[in-house]
């Protein structure tokens, strides 16, 4: 069993920058891989951003890449996901999630654990 607790989202300006952190509860967190998901409202819950458990893979949603960057620090049980040049369409609930058998996945269905999700809100 996992727990994962989000934290870093807020309000920031268009062309600005947030850095989110999950941090995770339980053991064998360095064997999951992990991915961030955003959800805004009226809309499917949608992929953003994976890495593998060794932190050898990365994979981004093409609306970020190149902008959003994913990372992880498995001493200590925590993946961030670095945002900048936000837009306003980056608005959205971000969630992060943990897939147990390790390698990254952009299908939602392959994480089992998720957390609460963080507010991420771009002004115009």
């Known amino acids: 069993q996992v727990e994962l607790v989000e934290s870093g989202g807020g309000l920031v300006q268009a062309g600005g920058s947030l850095r989110l952190s999950c941090a995770a509860s339980g053991p064998s967190f360095s064997g999951y891989a992990m991915g961030w998901f955003r959800q805004a409202p009226g809309k499917e819950r949608e992929f953003v951003a994976a890495?593998?458990?060794?932190?050898?893979?990365?994979y981004y949603a093409d609306s970020v890449k190149g902008r959003f960057t994913i990372s992880r620090d498995n001493a200590k049980n925590t993946v961030y996901l670095q945002m900048n040049s936000l837009k306003p369409e980056d608005t959205a609930a971000y969630y992060c999630?943990?897939?147990?058998?390790?390698?990254?996945?952009?299908?939602?269905?392959?994480?089992?654990?998720w957390g609460q999700g963080t507010q991420v809100t771009v002004s115009s």
């Open positions: 890495v593998s458990w060794s932190s050898s893979s990365t």
């Open positions: 999630a943990a897939n147990q058998a390790g390698y990254a996945s952009s299908r939602r269905y392959a994480y089992a654990y």
